[in-house]
């Protein structure tokens, strides 16, 4: 199990096509979902040195870095340790549960490796619809009464520390990821994506 879960929003065409390409996968799951061009290289050299060349210019290169990042750039979200915690009081299962409050962890479908070592697994437009829906039921009070940091670590949900006592700070930092979470799914139903999970 990886120690952090990087999710990305992706049509289901999208999603097929990374199936059959390994290396897409890769550099897809490496990118952090943002679609490499040809002359991608040659254009981040030139925005990271333009403003070296010409300093009245600086700002202008600035602007233009940021909004070229933010076009390439599709929703996405790093749960960080997060995510192990977050399935667990979705699905009340350690590493599977129900459809759909498991699509952390479980189910959907597998459509490769990562690096030739980390499952990434995917759900569908449709799948999403379906999680995003039962995850928006779930507000920080209802987290908080599913919150149990002895059974969590009896459970043996990564990482183990952030429960131990109780720790308020693992609850502080599950309601922060929840947060997180309900705005990339938003982001992603309302693009009619899907969504690819790996943990790494």
């Known amino acids: 199990m990886g120690i952090s ?3 990305q929003a992706a049509s289901d065409k ?3 096509e990374l199936a059959n390409d390994a290396n897409a996968l890769n550099k897809f799951i490496r990118a952090g979902g943002r679609e490499e061009s040809a002359n991608g ?3 981040r050299a030139i925005l990271a040195n333009g403003s070296a ?5 600086k700002g202008l290169f600035n602007m233009f870095s940021s909004f070229k ?3 390439n750039l599709g929703p996405s979200l790093d749960l960080g340790k997060g995510y192990h915690g977050l399935h667990y009081l979705f699905s009340g299962s350690p590493y599977q549960g129900r459809e759909p409050q ?3 962890m479980h189910g959907g479908r597998v459509i490769g490796k990562f690096e030739r070592e980390f ?4 759900i569908t ?3 999403l619809v379906a999680f995003a829906h039962e995850i928006q039921t779930i507000d920080n009070a209802e987290l908080t009464r599913r919150y149990n940091g002895k059974a969590m670590i009896a459970a043996n949900i990564y990482p183990a520390a952030l429960w131990a006592d109780d720790n308020p700070d693992g609850l502080t930092h599950l309601c922060a990821k929840l947060s997180e979470l309900k705005r990339f799914l938003k982001c992603a139903r309302d693009l009619n994506e899907g969504m690819i999970m790996c943990a790494r």
Do not use: T, Y
């Not at 499952?119 to 995917?122: C, G, K, L, P, T």
């Open 5 to 7: 879960m990087g999710l």
């Open 14 to 16: 999208k999603i097929d």
């Open 41 to 43: 290289d040659a254009l």
């Open 53 to 57: 060349l010409n300093p009245q210019m």
């Open 69 to 71: 990042e933010s076009q």
């Open 102 to 104: 498991c699509f952390l």
């Open 119 to 122: 499952d990434v697994r995917a």
């Open 125 to 127: 437009s449709s799948q």
